[in-house]
């Protein structure tokens, strides 16, 4: 599975900025969507995830100025990131976690991730 993430930018604090994120193919069944971010010198820390029955789990750091969605018609993941602060500054890599009817054969893919960038 590929993961195209795009949307990135710089942008002030207290600034928008919309990440999406295409995979290769469906992931209507059995497949949690997720955001993760790492910055330089920092381990990598989930942001956002979203299961296939929509139930939502965020960072601590991100509520409620982030929200992430997905279109499952489009393979796409959204995350809506509102209020934008410097410590929000990191590469996002979108994350797809296939469950398989056996879990030893559980998959996890990850994009290449894009470039955010809040200056103050």
């Known amino acids: 599975v590929q993961l195209q993430a795009s949307g990135g930018g710089l942008v002030q604090a207290g600034g928008s900025l919309r990440l999406s994120c295409v995979a290769s193919?469906?992931?209507?069944?059995?497949?949690?969507m997720a955001w993760y971010r790492q910055a330089p010198g920092k381990q990598r820390e989930l942001v956002a995830r979203?299961?296939?029955?929509?139930?939502?789990d965020y960072g601590d750091s991100v509520k409620g100025r982030f929200t992430i969605t997905r279109d499952d018609a489009k393979n796409t993941v959204y995350l809506q990131m509102n209020n934008l602060k410097p410590e929000d500054t990191a590469v996002y890599l979108c994350?797809?976690?296939?469950?398989?009817?056996?879990?030893?054969?559980?998959?996890?893919?990850w994009g290449h991730g894009t470039q955010v960038t809040v200056s103050s």
């Open positions: 994350n797809s976690h296939h469950y398989a009817l056996s879990r030893k054969d559980d998959r996890d893919y």
């Open positions: 193919r469906s992931i209507a069944d059995r497949t949690d």
């Open positions: 979203i299961t296939t029955n929509r139930n939502i």
